[in-house]
Structure formats: structure tokens, C-alpha cells
């Protein structure tokens, strides 16, 4: 049987929060919450989280800046952002900076499960073939090194399991 993953969820209000948690349990997660971006860093030193829902908006500690933190700390986390003044702005400025998805309240638990399950689906290591042959890479080989055309593609990447249409715009001839 496979160990279930957890999940920290930061929110400073406590209904929200007691409502996600709930849900995620719900659904067969282990969840951590706690009310601000200090604590969820504490917990992070001590506990092996697969996926971080946090609010955006908190006082002394922001989301996009808690998820500023674990960023560095923890680069390949999964960070889903939620906020009850969503724009379509912040969203992509949200996944500019490293965030897994960005979801306005409010959502439906669904909506809360399929986002954390891809989250966890895309954590996970690869596993080998047998014969030991390594699984067949989904990404192809880019033709470049300009940081802001690789992280499109990384943008790109995150999307694309969603419903979302995406337009990618640049000179003619770039090769977009």
C-alpha cells in the first residue's frame, strides 16, 4: 500500500482553513495547517510535506513571499496559490514565480483534489522500465538558452494538463 501523501495548508482564516483540511482529509490526504507563513516554514523543517496550499494574502507573511522561501529552500515543492482577489495578472505573475497552479475562492473540493493530485503526480520520480530502460521523456530538446524562453516552456509545462489556452506571443520567426 502506498504511504499518503500530506499536505500543509497555510490560510489565516481559520474556516478556510479548517475547510480545506476537512476536504483534503476527505479525500485520503495527511494534512498539516497552520494559520501563518512562519509556522508553515517551521513545519517544513520537520515534516516531509508533498504539496503547499497556501492563501495569498496573510498578514507578516504573504504567500507569493512564503512561497518566495520555500522556493529556495525547496525547489521542486509544488506550491498552489489561493486568493479571494484573484486576477488574471497575479496568476500569471504567480506561476512566473514558481507556483504549481493558482485557483480564486471560492472552489469546489473537486476543484481542490485535481489540482493536488496533479501536484503529487508530477512529484513524483520516475520510475524505470524494465530491462532498465529509462521512461520515454515527454519534453523534447530545446534549441536554446535564453532563461525567458525556457521558462515559457516551464510555464507551458505546468498548464498543460489543464483546460487553460495559452497563447505565446513573440517576433516572426523566433521559433515560438
Not at 145 to 165: C, H, K, Q
Request: without cysteine; charged residues 25%.
Amino acid at each position: 500500500m502506498s504511504e499518503k501523501a500530506t499536505i500543509l495548508v497555510v490560510d489565516d482564516e481559520e474556516q478556510m482553513r479548517s475547510a480545506m483540511e476537512l476536504a483534503l482529509q476527505r479525500m485520503g490526504y495527511d494534512v498539516i495547517s497552520v494559520e501563518n507563513g512562519s509556522s508553515a516554514l517551521k513545519q517544513l523543517e520537520s515534516q516531509n510535506v508533498q504539496v503547499i496550499v497556501s492563501d495569498l494574502r496573510m498578514p507578516l507573511m504573504s504567500g507569493d513571499q512564503l512561497m518566495s522561501e520555500v522556493r529556495q529552500r525547496y525547489p521542486s515543492l509544488p506550491f498552489v496559490l489561493i486568493t479571494a482577489y484573484g486576477t488574471i495578472a497575479q496568476a500569471v505573475e504567480a506561476m512566473k514565480l514558481g507556483a504549481f497552479d493558482f485557483m480564486t475562492k471560492p472552489f469546489s473540493a473537486d476543484d481542490l483534489e485535481g489540482i493536488v493530485q496533479r501536484a503529487i503526480a508530477q512529484n513524483k520520480p520516475q520510475k524505470r522500465l524494465k530491462a532498465g530502460r529509462e521512461p520515454r521523456s515527454e519534453s523534447r530538446a530545446l534549441l536554446t538558452n535564453d532563461p525567458e524562453f525556457v521558462r515559457v516552456i516551464e510555464i507551458a509545462s505546468v498548464i498543460a494538463p489543464s483546460n487553460a489556452s495559452v497563447m505565446i506571443e513573440g517576433e516572426s520567426g523566433t521559433g515560438k
